[in-house]
C-alpha cells in the first residue's frame, strides 16, 4: 500500500514540468510573492502577447466581413461590417497605443482591453442579429457569431498566467456566457448552447493546464537566466537590473533604500589549502547564510567572485546596519578549517548619504567595503 501512495505522490509531481523546482511550483498557483523579476517579464511577456493576439483581431475581423456580405441581407451585413471596422480600429489602437511599464497592472489592463473589445462586438452583433428571421446558409453563419466566447477561451492559453487568473477570467468568460444564454442573445437554440457551455467549461480547463505550463517553463527559463549556476543567488546582469528598478522605485515613492557590498575574507586561501571544491562549498554557504537573515523583499546578487550584493528597499540606514549586524553575528559559515568565515562589508543609503544616482550609491558602498578591508576586515564600514 505505501508503495502504491508513493507511486501515485511520483507521479502527480511528474505532472508538473521537471524544470519546475519543488519551491517554484507554488508560484503556478497564485500571482502572489512572484519575485520582482518574474513578475516584470511576465507582464511583458503578456503585454507581447496581448499585441499579438490584437495584430491577428485586427486583420482576420475586417476579412470576415465577405463572408457576412455573402450571407446576409442588406442592410444587416452593412451594420456588421461597421462594427467590424470599429473592433479592427479598436484592436489596431491597442497594438500600437498601449505603453507598459513592466507592472503587472499593465498586463492586466492590456488583457481587459483585449477581451472587452469582442465582447462588445458579441453583445452588439447578437443585439443586431436578434432583429432578423434568418434561415439556412445565414442561420448557419450567424450561429458562428456564438462562438466568439469560445475563441475566447482558446486564446487564454497563450498567456503564461497562474491558476488562480486563469480561473478568475475562465469565470468571467463563463458568467458572460451564462448570462448571453440567459438573455436569450445566444443564436443557437437551448439544446445546443447548454453543450456548447459545457465545451466552453472542458476548454476552460485544458486553457489552465496550457497557461500553467507556459508559465512553468518561463520560471524556469528566467530562473536559468537571472540566477548564478553556483550559488543560486541573483547573477550581476540580473542585479543591475534589480538595482535600477528598486532605485526607480524609491525616487518614485520617496523611500529609502540601502545596498552592502559584502566581501568575504581571505577567501583565496581556501581555494589554495583545501581546492576549489572547498571554495565553491563555502560560498554556497555564504549566500545562503546571507538569504536566511535576509527579508523576503530583498535581493542577494553574486557580484563577483567571492563578492556579494544586498539590496535592501524600503530601508534606511539603521534598519540596514542592525540587519547586517544580525548577519555578522549569526556568521557566513565555517572555513574548510573551522574557523568562522567572516566578511568586509560596505554599506550606503540613499537618503543618509545623499546620493543622487544608483551607480553613486553602488560606488560608494563599494569603497566603503574597501576601507573596512583596509582597516582590518571583519567589519561593517557604514560612514
Ligand atoms: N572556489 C571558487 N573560488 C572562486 C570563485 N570565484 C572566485 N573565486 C576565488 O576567489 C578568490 C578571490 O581572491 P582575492 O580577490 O584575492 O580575495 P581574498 O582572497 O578574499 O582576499 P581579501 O578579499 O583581500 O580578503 C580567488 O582565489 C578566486 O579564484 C568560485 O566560483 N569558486
New binding site residues.
Partial sequence: MPSLLSLLRYRLSRLLPAEVAGSERLKLLTPFRHPLLVSRHRASLIVDRVRLFALLFAVLTPLWGVIDYLAFPFPLWAQLLGMRLLVCLAFFSLLLFYRDQEHMADAYLAMFFLFAIPTLFYVGSHTLLAHYQLTDLPAAVAAGYAFLPFVLMAGLALFPLTLLENLLVGAVLLMAQGIAGYMNWSTLNWPSFVGAFWLLILIAGVTSLACMSQLAYMVALLRRAIRDD?TGVFARNSGQEILQVQWSTSLRNNSALSVAFI???????I?DRFG?AM??QA?REASQRIQSCMRSSDSLVRWG??EFLLIMPDTDMTRARQALDRLQRSGLGSRPDGTPLTA?IGLAERFYDRIDSSSGLLELADSRMYRA?AAG?NRIQAI
Avoid: A, I, V
Wanted: hydrophobic share 20%; glycine share 12%.
Fill in positions: 553556483l566581501d568575504l575574507d581571505h577567501f583565496k586561501q581555494n576549489h571554495g565553491d560560498l567572485g567571492e568586509s578591508k576586515r
